[in-house]
């Protein structure tokens, strides 16, 4: 996999009631793999702010770790199986957040990784909804196919 990668992310909420709220973005990323570990790199705009995040998510095994820090600051651990609690600072105020992680899946090929993360949301020990999370890495060059 080159290091100049197009990342796909979509997630979906299943709220109760409520039905589905799906989100997807498409953005250019920088992808490193070292001591067995894969780590995608990217900015993100948030909207009426000047400010940017930087993003690492790094993906091992069955577990995915995403990290934020700018506008937005937070560590979010997805282990399978696993509850992990954090605090979710924003422009807004500081947030509790808990995600327990039900699966986690990674599929590697020699130009695509493909993550997916299946886990429950709660805030301030709320819960919030069922969420599942799916990632897409391909060189830029390749261009990325919607999910």
Known sequence: ???EVLLSLKGLQMEQG???EELETITPARYYHKNGSHYIVYE???EGFSDTTRNIIRVQDSCVEVSKKGLVNVRMLFEQNRKNITSYLTPYGNILIGVDTESVQVQEKENQIKVEVAYTLEANYQYLADCKIEMELRPREEG???M
Do not use: F
């Open 1 to 3: 996999m080159t290091k």
């Open 18 to 20: 409520d039905g589905a």
């Open 44 to 46: 993100e705009m948030t």
């Open 144 to 146: 990325i196919r919607l």
